[in-house]
């Protein structure tokens, strides 16, 4: 049998809202061609109350689905246990079977497909409520086992304690662990173990320069082919500045990004600046220009604990409170983003108190709203 493997769809995704559905729905179409079972391994949603808008999309793409979809909730759809979480409305909405702590079985020209779902709960439980769930696991006689998870794991995430390991995995009896959470596509175990990643852009990462798709699972010859599904192209790259000026580094983002973009005008870019600046000036004195889906990682001036002292005492000669610095952070931080508030205010309620805060926060709501 096949079975296609996608996961964290993010749909409704703030920053890239139309790709989160446009690249979920091409995996999806992809999927049932190929595929006699879809797995989709959580964080279908990107929030926990997802807009009605969002709802509809989600309940459109799944119904178009032509296989089987089994699913399971991820961290990102996770409410209290008596709550009612946007997956379990979509499994109600569409023929999506949502399993959270039990199993349900494919059957195809004689073949058994086996899938027992658990979706995310808190890291430091997942080892325990794994357990518990699976004392009511049973596997069918000559069915193909898969386990199907939400969550971190231990030898995946660097000065993690608390998550699942791959050890304690690869000895439980399931011929296959499909794994969500983790945005980047890889295979662990021989293959017995496999994370499809996101199918759309969340990280601004190096890693996600890599294709978005899907696994495609074959239980006879144990085999995972990615298939790539059409997405958006994404360019990490870093810029290194030595005692440079503002037009300098603005000269040569604008390069960067008119060279990308010649080849891929629809392309989402992050550039991480990094380096010295010229005597006097700061990193968050420096203003790039408003491109659209270009993100900038300024870490101009903030490598070395040198030049962070140096930057505090120019901040003293230039006769700057400490206070005056950090309405200047917060400035330029918020500028152009918030405009709810004046950031300078801000900082002199954040300083009076937390009540005194949010009261100044309503007030400036009513005004705007
Ligand atoms: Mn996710």
Do not use: W
Not at 44 to 73: N, S, W
Not at 237 to 243: N, T, V
Not at 340 to 346: G, I, N
């Amino acid at each position: 049998m096949k079975i296609a493997v996608f996961s964290d769809p993010h749909l409704g995704y703030a920053r890239f809202e139309e790709d989160s559905y446009i690249q979920a729905e091409r995996a999806i179409a992809s999927a049932s061609e190929k595929a006699d079972l879809i797995l989709c391994a959580g964080d279908i949603f990107d929030t926990k109350i997802p807009k009605l808008e969002t709802l509809k999309r989600a309940m459109e793409m799944f119904a178009k689905a032509r296989v089987p979809v089994y699913a399971i909730h991820g961290n990102h759809e996770r409410r209290a246990k008596d709550m009612v979480n946007p997956a379990q409305l979509l499994s109600v909405g569409t023929k999506l079977r949502l399993l959270h702590g039990e199993a349900a079985t494919h059957e195809k020209d004689g073949e058994k497909v086996q899938v027992f779902g658990m979706g995310s709960v808190p890291e430091e439980y997942a080892e325990t409520a794994l357990k518990a769930a699976m004392e009511g696991f049973r596997k069918e006689d000559g069915a193909f086992a898969i386990l199907m998870i939400h969550q971190s794991i231990k030898e995946l995430i660097p000065g993690g304690d608390d998550e699942l390991s791959l050890d304690y995995l690869e000895a439980l009896p399931f011929d296959l662990i499909v794994n969500g959470h983790i945005h980047e596509t890889s295979t662990k175990l021989c293959g017995r173990f496999i994370i499809p990643g996101s199918t759309v852009i969340t990280q601004l990462k190096k890693d996600e320069m890599a294709d978005k798709g899907y696994f495609l699972y074959d239980t006879k010859t144990k085999k995972a082919e990615f298939v790539k599904i059409q997405s958006r192209p994404f360019f990490y790259e870093e810029l290194e500045f030595k005692g440079a000026g503002e037009m300098e580094i603005r000269e040569r983002i604008r390069e960067k990004v008119k060279e990308i973009r010649a080849k891929h005008p629809d392309s989402v870019i992050a550039i991480k600046i990094d380096g010295t600046l010229k005597e006097g000036l700061s990193g968050s004195d420096i203003k790039v220009d408003g491109y659209e889906h270009v993100f900038v990682e300024n870490r101009l001036n903030v490598g070395s604990l040198t030049a962070k002292l140096e930057r505090i005492r120019s901040s003293r000669e230039a006769n700057l409170s400490m206070r005056d610095v950090a309405v200047k952070e917060l400035k330029a931080k918020t500028e152009g983003k918030i405009d709810r508030f004046d950031s300078t205010e801000l900082f002199e309620k954040l300083v009076v108190g937390p009540d005194e805060t949010m009261e100044y926060l309503e007030s400036r709501n009513k005004k705007k709203a």
